[in-house]
């Protein structure tokens, strides 16, 4: 029994590290080179990102989340892109996007700016508030771990993205009969 | 007792009204408390030397009952002329305007005037004129911060959505020190502000000068520290008058380099401790808002020299 009660302590005490953040963390290596490519349309299927260990860093922790949150905020993404319902810009709370929609990409498109309006956002902000800004985002079209965003956002949200769901099944007959 | 951070040492009217407001309950509770102390002697001293009579036993209660309801009048009375003086200290002269807005974890401070090309904005550091009511009023930008300006008026607290204010009627020149008094989060603790009383003389010359764009770079390493504070990410968050610089996220350095202190009372202005504040924020302050721009020790020395030029 009382080695239950340790096991389970142990496993509730591994979910804290949500919540850690180090205020100094050591700048992750990043050179221009680096920089994502939007996603490629191949024959069989795309071939999978190279694994950076920022995607995790930032897109696991609550704390980085929120800075992003408040960088949305402060450095006016709403202007274009509202709370993610879009308008000027794309919509940012569905999950397949143009310039690709994994971190990175969404780094390189802060970096280096995208065609009809998305400025560049060199030297404005830096490059780990740029991965804080996209782990938000991602949290905004629910990629993230569901223990990391804030369970109830601020803003008005919309259904979570349908390609994130099971597709709906199509109306059967025979299983409307057999309910009766 | 005396100090720049004392609700003991009053220098302003309202902080005045306080203290003595408080010497009153001071003295009238302590009274009452030498007076307790001394029946309680009495009584153990006189435990086994007889009895007394109902009559003087009576006596004695009805009196202290007496003592007790003319003490709670003299209390009543007191903080109701407290309080009208309060609201009416410096009523009747047109009062310096001033905005706060508290951030995580700085002060914003936005001089108002009728006249919009006299309004302007600084961080960290009220300068007033003395004798000159002033109205503060008060904003908050993300929680719950107060304002405490020990030496010259109670604290008022900043509830976000909620506008608040805060007047003030300084009564001697000086340079005070105010807090943060209400936990606001990581760096609370590191949130204060100056207060700099001055003559109305003082005050006018330094208003006058706080109207003025930022002096333009002299020096070749001037100019280069212009370059990249306007170029790099310095200029996202932080306005500096009359340059390519005007954020509105972090505190306005038109006039840094005339403030007595750095980061929000945290740090003397001082070349070296500006040069450790740039080159990591997070070492000094952990979890402030400012990030950590990376830049070459050359550009850092030109833009900290670039930036105590700005006075």
Not at chain 1, 138 to 165: F, W
Not at chain 2, 168 to 176: A, D, Q, V, Y
Not at chain 2, 300 to 311: I, N, R
Request: aromatic share 8%; net charge negative; hydrophobic share 40%.
């Amino acid at each position: 029994m009382r080695s239950l009660a340790l096991l389970l302590l142990c496993i509730a005490l591994g979910g804290c590290d949500r919540e850690s953040h180090e205020t100094n963390d050591p700048p992750l290596p990043f050179h221009q080179g680096d920089l994502a490519t939007t996603t490629t349309v191949m024959a069989g299927g795309t071939r999978p990102a190279a694994f950076d260990p920022r995607i995790e860093h930032y897109q696991k922790n609550a704390w980085h989340v929120s800075e992003g949150q408040r960088l949305y905020e402060e450095f006016n993404c709403v202007e274009c892109h509202a709370h993610g319902g879009g308008g000027i810009g794309p919509a940012l709370i569905d999950d397949e996007w143009i310039y690709g929609s994994s971190s990175p990409q969404i780094v390189a498109t802060l970096i280096q700016g995208r065609p009809n309006g998305m400025p560049s956002f060199r030297n404005i902000l830096t490059e780990e508030q740029m991965w804080q800004l996209a782990a938000y985002v991602r949290a905004m079209d629910g990629q993230l771990a569901k223990d990391v965003p804030p369970s109830r956002g601020d803003n008005l949200a919309g259904p979570p993205p349908i390609t994130l769901e099971k597709k709906p099944k199509l109306h059967d007959s025979n299983d409307e009969a057999g309910a009766r | 007792v005396n100090g720049i951070q004392s609700a003991a040492d009053p220098a302003g009217a309202h902080a005045a009204i306080t203290s003595d407001l408080f010497g009153l309950f001071l003295g009238v509770t302590g009274l009452f408390f030498l007076l307790v102390l001394i029946f309680l002697g009495w009584a153990v001293w006189r435990k086994d030397r007889g009895s007394q009579s109902e009559q003087r036993l009576r006596l004695t209660v009805a009196g202290w009952a007496g003592l007790i309801t003319l003490g709670l009048f003299v209390l009543t009375i007191g903080s109701y002329f407290a309080d009208r003086s309060l609201a009416f200290a410096g009523a009747g002269q047109p009062p310096v305007r001033i905005q706060v807005t508290a951030q995580q974890w700085w002060w914003q401070v936005d001089y108002q005037d009728a006249v919009p090309s006299n309004n302007f904005a600084t961080a960290n550091e009220i300068h007033i004129p003395v004798g000159r009511p002033v109205h503060i009023e008060l904003v908050s930008d993300d929680v719950i911060h107060s304002l405490w300006i020990p030496n010259l008026a109670g604290k008022q607290d900043l509830i976000p959505g909620r506008p608040a204010d805060l007047d003030l009627l300084p009564r001697r020149t000086g340079h005070f020190r105010a807090q943060c008094a209400e936990f606001c989060g990581l760096q609370h603790a590191h949130m204060a502000l100056d207060v700099i009383v001055d003559t109305p003389e003082q005050y006018a010359a330094w208003k006058a000068k706080s109207l003025q764009p930022a002096p333009p770079p002299q020096t070749p390493e001037q100019r280069r520290g212009y370059a990249v504070v306007t170029g790099l990410q310095c200029a996202a968050c932080h306005a500096i008058t009359g340059t390519p610089a005007y954020g509105t996220v972090g505190p306005d350095l038109t006039r840094v380099g005339s403030r007595a202190t750095l980061a929000a009372a945290e740090l003397p202005n001082a070349r070296a401790w500006l040069e450790r504040w740039i080159a990591d924020p997070q070492a000094i302050k952990p979890g402030n808002r400012m990030p950590k721009v990376p830049m070459s020790s050359a550009d850092l020395h030109a833009v900290s020299a670039y930036l105590e030029t700005l006075q």
